[in-house]
């Protein structure tokens, strides 16, 4: 893993412009049986429960921070009947996200608005029942300063639900930090770490779980769809880009069973007052 200099250029916007096509659809479906329009390591089987940790209600509120192409939050939506408000950097997921939600009926259901979480949010105080955020804390670069703003955005009680993918639990090389880096800025942290300044932020901690398993298990299904269509992924990809791809994964399955790096989802409860 020599060659790490060549790895820029596969952030998320080249697969949001892909993301309906017929391969894309077909590839997701191969990758996680049911294709519920994610962009990350979430299993439907795992999110379904997980969901339940958020006690949505059709009253409910709930905001998706870098809800992507909209996948995650259509399917709370239309499994909870709650309203929902997704956030994404980037303006691609937000259009694949407005289009999904066009075509499953739930336009009147979702606001959708590109933003960037290291900014502050743009939205009103205690205004959402429940939070989440799947694989995307990873990229943010002050985490003290995202969960303030969670806890900010939450009534008291509500909950904040999110995974990362970037905890080190063993020795990495600065060669797999720089692969495991393709998509942009990602933050690596310790075991204990988001459960702290989870609490810092006003946050209680009520379940952590580890989640590497759909991580591994999800790579390596990718790797191999990505195999099975190598030749009209290298037609829209362009040169190189498959390879580069290919050696992301490969870099996130062998952290994964080195035991060096893990997946893990928190879920946590404000304690902020009413007033
Ligand atoms: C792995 S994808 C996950 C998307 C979605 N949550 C899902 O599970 O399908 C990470 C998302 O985080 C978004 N993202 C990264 N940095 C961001 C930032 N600073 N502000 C807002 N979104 C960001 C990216 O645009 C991307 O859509």
Not at 70 to 75: A, D, K, P, Q, W
Not at 81 to 109: E, P
Not at 207 to 228: C, G, Y
Request: proline share 3%; hydrophobic share 40%; glycine share 8%.
């Amino acid at each position: 893993m020599n060659d790490t200099t060549s790895l820029q250029g596969i952030g998320y916007d080249t697969f949001y412009a892909l993301f309906d096509t017929p391969l894309a659809q077909q590839m997701r479906r191969e990758v996680y049986g049911k294709d519920i329009g994610q962009h990350s390591w979430v299993d439907a089987q795992d999110l379904e429960q997980d969901i339940g940790r958020l006690q949505l209600s059709s009253a409910s509120r709930l905001l998706d921070l870098g809800c992507g192409p909209g996948g995650l939050l259509s399917f709370v939506v239309g499994l909870t009947g709650c309203r929902g408000t997704g956030l994404d950097l980037s303006a691609a997921a937000i259009d694949c996200a407005a289009t999904r939600m066009a075509s499953l009926g739930l336009t009147d259901c979702a606001t959708l608005q590109v933003a960037d979480l290291d900014e502050p949010l743009p939205l009103d105080r205690h205004s959402f029942e429940a939070v989440m955020s799947l694989d995307v804390i990873l990229h943010l670069r002050n985490r003290s300063q995202a969960f303030a703003e969670v806890a900010r955005v939450l009534v008291p009680g509500g909950r904040f639900l999110f995974t990362d993918a970037a905890i080190v639990t063993g020795p990495v090389s600065d060669d797999e930090i720089r692969l495991r880096s393709v998509h942009g800025r990602t933050n690596f942290v310790p075991p204990g770490f988001n459960e702290r300044t989870l609490e810092q932020a006003g946050l209680r901690v009520l379940a952590t779980i580890d989640r590497t398993e759909s991580l591994k298990a999800i790579a390596a299904r990718r790797q191999a769809a990505r195999l099975a269509h190598r030749t009209e992924l290298e037609r829209v990809e362009g040169p190189g880009a498959f390879d580069r791809h290919q050696r992301y994964l490969d870099c996130v399955c062998t952290l994964a069973r080195r035991g060096a790096m893990a997946r893990m989802m928190y879920v946590s409860e404000s304690w902020g007052s009413a007033h």
